[in-house]
Antibody
Protein backbone atom coordinates (compact mmCIF):
# COMPACT_ATOMS: atom_id res chain seq x y z
CA UNK A 1 0.00 0.00 0.00
CA UNK A 2 1.25 3.46 -0.89
CA UNK A 3 1.35 5.44 2.34
CA UNK A 4 3.17 7.82 4.63
CA UNK A 5 3.29 6.95 8.31
CA UNK A 6 4.16 9.74 10.70
CA UNK A 7 5.50 9.59 14.23
CA UNK A 8 7.23 11.66 16.86
CA UNK A 9 4.76 14.33 17.91
CA UNK A 10 3.75 15.24 21.42
CA UNK A 11 3.75 17.84 24.17
CA UNK A 12 6.91 19.85 24.65
CA UNK A 13 7.89 22.97 26.61
CA UNK A 14 8.85 26.20 24.85
CA UNK A 15 12.50 26.26 23.85
CA UNK A 16 12.79 22.50 23.66
CA UNK A 17 13.25 20.24 20.62
CA UNK A 18 11.28 17.53 18.88
CA UNK A 19 11.91 15.38 15.81
CA UNK A 20 9.11 14.19 13.57
CA UNK A 21 9.52 11.20 11.26
CA UNK A 22 7.70 10.30 8.07
CA UNK A 23 8.11 6.78 6.72
CA UNK A 24 7.10 6.10 3.14
CA UNK A 25 6.15 2.73 1.71
CA UNK A 26 4.73 1.32 -1.50
CA UNK A 27 6.63 3.71 -3.74
CA UNK A 28 10.18 4.65 -4.67
CA UNK A 29 10.71 7.09 -1.83
CA UNK A 30 14.03 8.43 -3.08
CA UNK A 31 12.51 9.64 -6.34
CA UNK A 32 10.23 12.17 -4.68
CA UNK A 33 10.59 15.57 -3.13
CA UNK A 34 9.04 15.55 0.33
CA UNK A 35 7.39 18.46 2.06
CA UNK A 36 6.03 19.32 5.46
CA UNK A 37 2.97 21.40 6.24
CA UNK A 38 1.23 22.35 9.44
CA UNK A 39 -2.26 23.28 10.48
CA UNK A 40 -2.86 25.12 13.72
CA UNK A 41 -6.11 24.26 15.53
CA UNK A 42 -9.06 25.59 13.54
CA UNK A 43 -6.78 27.23 10.99
CA UNK A 44 -5.69 26.73 7.42
CA UNK A 45 -2.61 25.08 5.97
CA UNK A 46 0.90 26.51 6.18
CA UNK A 47 3.92 25.29 4.24
CA UNK A 48 6.86 24.48 6.54
CA UNK A 49 9.51 23.30 4.10
CA UNK A 50 10.64 20.75 1.58
CA UNK A 51 13.56 18.57 0.64
CA UNK A 52 14.30 17.75 -2.97
CA UNK A 53 15.08 14.27 -4.18
CA UNK A 54 18.74 13.35 -4.43
CA UNK A 55 18.49 13.40 -8.23
CA UNK A 56 17.68 17.10 -8.00
CA UNK A 57 20.31 17.98 -5.46
CA UNK A 58 18.67 16.94 -2.21
CA UNK A 59 18.58 20.49 -0.86
CA UNK A 60 16.07 21.62 1.73
CA UNK A 61 14.24 24.94 2.01
CA UNK A 62 12.24 26.20 4.96
CA UNK A 63 9.55 28.79 5.50
CA UNK A 64 10.65 32.09 6.98
CA UNK A 65 8.63 31.41 10.14
CA UNK A 66 10.77 28.36 10.97
CA UNK A 67 14.07 29.11 9.25
CA UNK A 68 17.02 28.63 11.54
CA UNK A 69 14.95 26.57 13.97
CA UNK A 70 13.59 23.71 11.86
CA UNK A 71 15.56 21.38 9.58
CA UNK A 72 14.23 18.88 7.09
CA UNK A 73 16.37 15.89 6.15
CA UNK A 74 15.91 12.49 4.58
CA UNK A 75 17.32 8.98 4.72
CA UNK A 76 16.43 7.34 1.44
CA UNK A 77 17.97 4.03 2.50
CA UNK A 78 15.24 3.81 5.14
CA UNK A 79 12.56 5.74 3.18
CA UNK A 80 12.20 8.28 5.97
CA UNK A 81 11.95 12.05 6.01
CA UNK A 82 12.57 14.02 9.18
CA UNK A 83 11.53 17.36 10.56
CA UNK A 84 13.88 18.45 13.35
CA UNK A 85 12.28 21.23 15.36
CA UNK A 86 14.44 23.24 17.75
CA UNK A 87 13.72 26.28 19.91
CA UNK A 88 10.02 25.54 19.75
CA UNK A 89 7.54 28.34 20.38
CA UNK A 90 3.92 28.21 21.47
CA UNK A 91 2.93 29.37 17.98
CA UNK A 92 4.43 26.18 16.54
CA UNK A 93 1.53 24.26 18.06
CA UNK A 94 -0.17 22.51 15.15
CA UNK A 95 -0.88 19.27 13.39
CA UNK A 96 2.13 18.55 11.17
CA UNK A 97 1.68 16.78 7.87
CA UNK A 98 4.29 15.04 5.78
CA UNK A 99 3.55 14.98 2.05
CA UNK A 100 4.86 13.51 -1.16
CA UNK A 101 5.18 15.56 -4.30
CA UNK A 102 2.72 14.74 -7.05
CA UNK A 103 5.52 13.82 -9.47
CA UNK A 104 8.47 11.51 -9.04
CA UNK A 105 11.61 11.10 -11.13
CA UNK A 106 11.01 14.58 -12.59
CA UNK A 107 11.37 18.10 -11.24
CA UNK A 108 8.98 18.58 -8.37
CA UNK A 109 5.51 19.82 -9.20
CA UNK A 110 4.91 21.37 -5.78
CA UNK A 111 1.49 19.80 -5.63
CA UNK A 112 0.91 17.02 -3.11
CA UNK A 113 -0.99 13.83 -3.77
CA UNK A 114 0.00 11.72 -0.77
CA UNK A 115 -0.30 12.94 2.80
CA UNK A 116 0.43 11.38 6.13
CA UNK A 117 -2.31 11.38 8.74
CA UNK A 118 -0.64 14.18 10.63
CA UNK A 119 1.13 14.25 13.95
CA UNK A 120 0.16 16.73 16.68
CA UNK A 121 2.73 18.99 18.26
CA UNK A 122 1.77 21.01 21.31
CA UNK A 123 4.19 23.57 22.69
CA UNK A 124 3.15 24.66 26.15
CA UNK A 125 4.69 25.28 29.53
CA UNK B 1 4.05 36.33 -0.59
CA UNK B 2 1.03 35.55 -2.73
CA UNK B 3 -2.21 35.78 -0.80
CA UNK B 4 -5.07 33.54 -1.89
CA UNK B 5 -8.54 34.69 -0.90
CA UNK B 6 -11.31 32.13 -1.03
CA UNK B 7 -14.98 32.93 -1.14
CA UNK B 8 -17.45 32.38 0.23
CA UNK B 9 -16.18 31.25 3.60
CA UNK B 10 -19.17 28.94 3.92
CA UNK B 11 -21.49 27.57 1.27
CA UNK B 12 -24.75 25.99 2.42
CA UNK B 13 -26.20 23.70 -0.21
CA UNK B 14 -28.29 20.56 -0.56
CA UNK B 15 -27.18 17.28 -2.13
CA UNK B 16 -27.65 17.42 -5.87
CA UNK B 17 -27.02 21.15 -6.08
CA UNK B 18 -24.14 22.80 -7.90
CA UNK B 19 -21.31 24.28 -5.86
CA UNK B 20 -19.13 27.10 -7.15
CA UNK B 21 -16.08 28.04 -5.09
CA UNK B 22 -13.79 30.96 -5.81
CA UNK B 23 -10.08 31.54 -5.23
CA UNK B 24 -8.52 34.89 -6.01
CA UNK B 25 -4.75 35.44 -6.03
CA UNK B 26 -3.04 38.70 -5.08
CA UNK B 27 -0.69 38.28 -8.06
CA UNK B 28 -0.73 36.39 -11.33
CA UNK B 29 -0.14 32.68 -10.65
CA UNK B 30 -0.60 31.76 -14.31
CA UNK B 31 -2.34 28.36 -13.97
CA UNK B 32 -0.22 27.05 -11.12
CA UNK B 33 -3.08 26.42 -8.79
CA UNK B 34 -4.43 23.33 -7.07
CA UNK B 35 -7.56 22.48 -5.12
CA UNK B 36 -7.73 20.16 -2.12
CA UNK B 37 -10.60 18.68 -0.15
CA UNK B 38 -10.30 18.14 3.58
CA UNK B 39 -12.79 16.29 5.74
CA UNK B 40 -12.78 16.47 9.55
CA UNK B 41 -9.96 14.46 11.05
CA UNK B 42 -8.45 13.68 7.66
CA UNK B 43 -5.52 14.94 5.63
CA UNK B 44 -6.17 17.06 2.54
CA UNK B 45 -6.80 15.26 -0.74
CA UNK B 46 -5.59 16.63 -4.06
CA UNK B 47 -8.52 17.22 -6.43
CA UNK B 48 -7.29 19.53 -9.17
CA UNK B 49 -3.83 20.65 -10.28
CA UNK B 50 -2.67 23.25 -12.79
CA UNK B 51 -6.08 24.88 -12.41
CA UNK B 52 -8.08 22.40 -14.45
CA UNK B 53 -6.57 18.91 -14.36
CA UNK B 54 -8.26 16.32 -12.21
CA UNK B 55 -5.97 14.20 -10.08
CA UNK B 56 -6.12 10.43 -10.36
CA UNK B 57 -9.38 8.95 -9.15
CA UNK B 58 -11.22 12.24 -8.78
CA UNK B 59 -14.80 12.07 -10.03
CA UNK B 60 -15.78 14.03 -13.11
CA UNK B 61 -18.26 16.13 -11.11
CA UNK B 62 -15.25 18.10 -9.87
CA UNK B 63 -13.88 20.64 -12.34
CA UNK B 64 -11.52 23.56 -12.13
CA UNK B 65 -11.14 26.63 -14.28
CA UNK B 66 -9.43 29.98 -14.40
CA UNK B 67 -6.04 31.53 -14.95
CA UNK B 68 -4.07 34.53 -13.80
CA UNK B 69 -5.69 35.67 -10.58
CA UNK B 70 -9.21 34.20 -10.65
CA UNK B 71 -10.00 30.53 -10.25
CA UNK B 72 -13.09 28.45 -9.71
CA UNK B 73 -13.77 24.97 -8.42
CA UNK B 74 -17.13 23.61 -9.48
CA UNK B 75 -18.87 20.55 -8.12
CA UNK B 76 -21.62 19.86 -10.62
CA UNK B 77 -23.93 17.90 -8.36
CA UNK B 78 -23.09 17.53 -4.68
CA UNK B 79 -22.86 14.04 -3.28
CA UNK B 80 -23.14 13.48 0.50
CA UNK B 81 -19.40 12.78 0.69
CA UNK B 82 -18.54 16.16 -0.87
CA UNK B 83 -19.44 18.19 2.21
CA UNK B 84 -16.03 19.27 3.43
CA UNK B 85 -13.59 22.17 3.45
CA UNK B 86 -11.87 23.08 0.19
CA UNK B 87 -8.53 24.83 -0.09
CA UNK B 88 -6.72 26.32 -3.06
CA UNK B 89 -2.90 26.32 -3.21
CA UNK B 90 -0.52 28.17 -5.52
CA UNK B 91 2.91 27.03 -6.62
CA UNK B 92 3.78 30.00 -8.81
CA UNK B 93 5.93 31.75 -6.23
CA UNK B 94 7.68 30.84 -3.01
CA UNK B 95 6.53 30.40 -0.37
CA UNK B 96 3.77 28.04 -1.35
CA UNK B 97 0.54 29.42 0.03
CA UNK B 98 -3.00 28.24 0.63
CA UNK B 99 -6.28 30.04 0.74
CA UNK B 100 -8.24 30.23 3.95
CA UNK B 101 -10.71 27.59 2.81
CA UNK B 102 -14.38 27.32 1.88
CA UNK B 103 -16.60 25.08 3.95
CA UNK B 104 -19.33 23.37 1.96
CA UNK B 105 -22.02 22.41 4.44
CA UNK B 106 -25.37 20.69 4.17
CA UNK B 107 -28.26 23.12 4.05
Amino acid sequence: EVQLVQSGGGLVKPGRSLRLSCSGSGFSFGDYAMSWFRQAPGKGLEWVGFIRSRAYGGAAEHAASVKGRFTISRDDSRSIAYLQMNSLKTEDTALYYCTRDFTGSTPASWYFDLWGRGTPVTVSS
Amino acid sequence: EIVLTQSPATLSLSPGERATLSCRASQNVINYLAWYQQKPGQAPRLLIYDASNRATGIPARFSGSGSGTDFTLTISSLEPEDFAVYYCQQRSNWPLTFGGGTKVEIK
